[in-house]
């Protein structure tokens, strides 16, 4: 799953990386921790500006045909495996794609003794990160929502947590959004090569509360001890790196 990332560049920023149009009207800030509900970028291609768009969407799709609002709560993310075939999902999939930039994501790794340790993965030069997203608008005004999409981890990440978000590489961006074909095909895990462009690095449990939300977030800490472990992870180490 993607609960938390970060997202830190201006629509500014975002506009000219994507060369798109800045539609976000100023609903934008920069965050180090963002969690469902909160507005976040998203990169569409708007029918009414005859471009790519930076938008503002609250995190959590809200389908068109909701009776209410309650239910984007629950549906911030969508598996790549059935998000073709789910009624919540599928016609925003064969519409309403849209890219979702990111530094990076968190995930907490589940240790031996129950506790967690918090991980900030990102690529490890520092590149942007975008993730494959889906949009809807609900209600009058309209409300418009989005969901990241998550694959199954592998490549060493399924060490941390199982699930993973559907990280696009920028030649998949074109036909993400449908100015290409093949979007399709990118409903599978990420490629191994671009899983090792990614470092996984130990953060502070303060990640856990979402009041928090400053640089040091995503900067890297001692581990805690994995008791038992096998993945490699030690007290004062460096991090797997993926």
Request: aromatic content about 8%; overall charge negative.
């Amino acid at each position: 799953m993607c609960g938390r990332y970060a997202s830190t560049r201006s629509a500014t920023d975002l506009a000219a990386l994507f060369e798109a149009v800045d539609d976000t009207d100023g609903a934008l800030e920069a965050s180090f921790n963002l969690a469902p509900t909160r507005r976040v970028p998203i990169v569409r291609v708007s029918r009414s500006l005859e471009s790519r768009a930076v938008s503002a969407a609250r995190w959590g799709l809200i389908p068109s045909w909701a009776k209410d609002p309650s239910m984007g709560g629950r549906m911030f993310n969508a598996r790549s495996e059935t998000v073709t075939s789910l009624g919540s999902f599928k016609n925003a999939f064969k519409r309403r794609r849209c890219l979702v930039p990111a530094d990076g994501w968190f995930e907490w790794q589940k240790l031996e003794d129950g506790s967690k340790q918090p991980y900030f993965i990102t690529y490890d030069d520092g590149e942007p990160m975008v993730f494959a997203g889906l949009w809807e608008t609900w209600g009058e005004g309209p409300i418009m929502t989005t969901t990241i999409l998550t694959a199954a981890a592998h490549g060493g990440l399924e060490d941390i947590h199982e699930r993973m978000p559907l990280v696009l590489p920028p030649d998949a961006w074109a036909s993400w959004l449908g100015e290409a074909e093949g979007a399709e095909d990118h409903l599978r895990p990420p490629s191994l090569e671009l899983i090792a462009a990614l470092e996984a690095r130990p953060v502070s449990a303060a990640v856990g509360n979402v009041r928090n939300d400053a640089a040091f977030l995503t900067e890297r800490v001692d581990p805690v001890t994995v008791r038992g472990g096998g993945n490699g992870l030690e007290q004062g180490g460096a991090p797997t790196l993926f």
